[in-house]
């Protein structure tokens, strides 16, 4: 079975799928339709069951998804229980936010180091854990080698650490710096852009051009 | 001219282009060609040539773009002076965090107002405003006129105060919640969502997904 086949937009909708299929175990439903998934989920049924199908038919005729099942069969896609080790750089306001607000462990992750340049934030506690200086970085991966980095620092920061960060194993980059990696390609890595303002402004320009009144 | 006609996908990569103009120009750089653009943001010539057409052809060729006049057409074009009237709803760590990181002025937004329902937070300042109590919203509303909404709150809070908040004039909303605008449809407001977590569990799928390898 060749997971590359899998396209990039069912691989966006299966967190959401996750979501709503968590929320239903939740409830103690047993099986749901296609249909009644769809309704939930504001998609067609046809687009649901096309998905799905995209990772064997869990679905059976008549008598639909499931739940628990399907769940559980995304949740290994998802590889929620990988536990992928995970620093993060930069406990500015967004890296502390994230670093308390986001259960890594439910998300196939583990959050084992936090950095910072900033001498006076080292030692400080966040999350359970001390903020350690950034010139500890490279020893810290060589013994405890983490494969994913959550980068909450300037673009310029990211720039310089980035390649470094590659090249002591890091695989993965949760982006929330404006740092493009897709302009330094050709490397082997997974990056998830999260820019924030880039999003503002797209509703920006929603709020600015749907509505032509005059108020 | 019609504004609508623009797609999605463009109005999506508007911001990119607006933070890639906004850099050359602080460098002085006057004018660039397509190609050089192309290959600063990992676009190719002819997607830049055709995406800044939907906005009136301001290159010329052999020439290029001015990327001053560019950068303050896009800055029109996304509203980044409209200097909506925001509310931010939830002070948690995730709320804090935006409210302290975010220059909304910068993007087209101003923020008026931060609410909570904890009454212990109450009163304490975030980013020069008092964090106020989730039953003042609603005289708020009524005096302020806020248009837009950031939602740092739970899917259940958020799915109460949605309909509230789009009675008393809301028209956007910055989404950090699981709830999800699209199932309760028909309703003319502008949704950006924010799925953290969604977005952390598609790194999740890539980093397991992508090297079959054993370690």
Known sequence: MSKSLVSSPVIKR??????FLGELERQGIVRISSRELSEMMGLTASQIRQDLNCFGGFGQQGYGYNVKELHSV????????????????????????????IDFNKRGFRLIGIF????????????NLKISNMNTIESF????HPVCAVLCIPKDAAKEIAPKLIELGIKGFWNFSHYDFAVDSGKKII???VHLTDSLMTLAYGLNNTDEEEN
């Open 191 to 193: 990056v998830e852009n």
């Open 141 to 144: 991966c060589r013994s405890n």
């Open 74 to 101: 995304i949740s290994r896609i998802l590889g929620i229980d990988a536990g992928n080790k995970t620093i993060l750089i930069g406990a500015g306001n967004l890296g502390k936010a994230i670093a308390s607000h």
């Open 14 to 19: 299966l967190p959401r799928y996750y979501r």
């Open 116 to 127: 910072d340049s900033n001498p006076e934030k080292c030692g400080k506690i966040i999350s």
